[in-house]
């Protein structure tokens, strides 16, 4: 079924990998909103043929379909933002985790289209019903972790949504029973986050007249269930899609790999060390869990 929600993926990878105000795909067209509606709706009309769903509604089919993808988006960013870290040496004076969150919305944040806005809505969202399924099932909250706590990481993408455009973003703010005094706050903030990125990303921007990197891409081995979502990925090049976009925005000092692999596990990641971005298939299988089990409420 994952394999499935990857039309709506290719649709919004595009207008996320941008790097700066030079991305060219952040003024969507009318054409760009239909095509977008239409791999939805395609997303989840597969889903809905599949034997774990066929007994939901066509609005619950819609639904994961668009948490799936939104929250996939957002952690791909998120990675991406640890790689340019390291890469282009760019210091990180607060925690690596909170920076690689707030590159990844500051990014979207800026893209300025109905798509980018929902893949943060839908990131924000992750986060709280992730946060509702610890609870339920009595999880532990590791507060040692390296990660924030996710209503502090779901707030946080609000916050600077909001911050960008009160008005525009008032429903989200809204659903996220987000207070009017710190929506005013967030206004400030977003200024100065932005500011901030604009300050430290604008050197390492490709200049038209720069070569761009080479960055391979790797489609691993996939086992178990997870082998035809791995045929689909690569059928549909998504890989390919993410190198092209990073390449041409970023002056890599680097060559480096995006893999996408069987990892036994749940998780996405780059080591510096190997220059490889990992992307885990089960990854997106368990976004599709969380939302079927635990993804009913709009609010935290």
Known sequence: MKSRLLPYLLLVLPLAMMAGDRMALSQTTQADAKRFE???????????????????????????????????MFVVLHEMGHAVFSDMDIPVLAREEDTADSFAATRLIKVGSGISDRVLAE?????????????????????????????????????????????????????????????????????????????????????PDQPKARIDVVYAEAKGDLEIQARSFQSIQLLELIAEHAADQFAWSAPFTIEMTTCGFINAQWVAKTRKLTLCYELAADFADLFDGYGTADTP
């Open 38 to 72: 239409a791999n939805v709706d395609a997303s989840a009309l597969a889903i809905g043929e599949h034997h774990n769903y066929a007994n939901k509604s066509a609005q619950f089919h819609r639904r994961l379909a668009e948490f799936v993808a939104g929250n996939m």
């Open 123 to 207: 990131a924000a969202q992750g986060f709280f019903t992730s946060s509702r399924r610890d609870k339920k099932e009595g999880d532990q909250v590791p507060y040692y972790d390296e990660h924030g706590l996710d209503p502090v990481r779901a707030y946080r993408i609000v916050c600077l949504t909001v911050g960008s455009d009160k008005e525009r973003f008032k429903q989200l703010a809204d659903n996220t029973k987000l207070p009017a005094d710190q929506q005013d706050l967030c206004v400030e903030d977003y200024r100065k986050t932005v500011r901030a990125w604009d300050m430290v990303l604008t050197p390492h921007l490709r200049r």
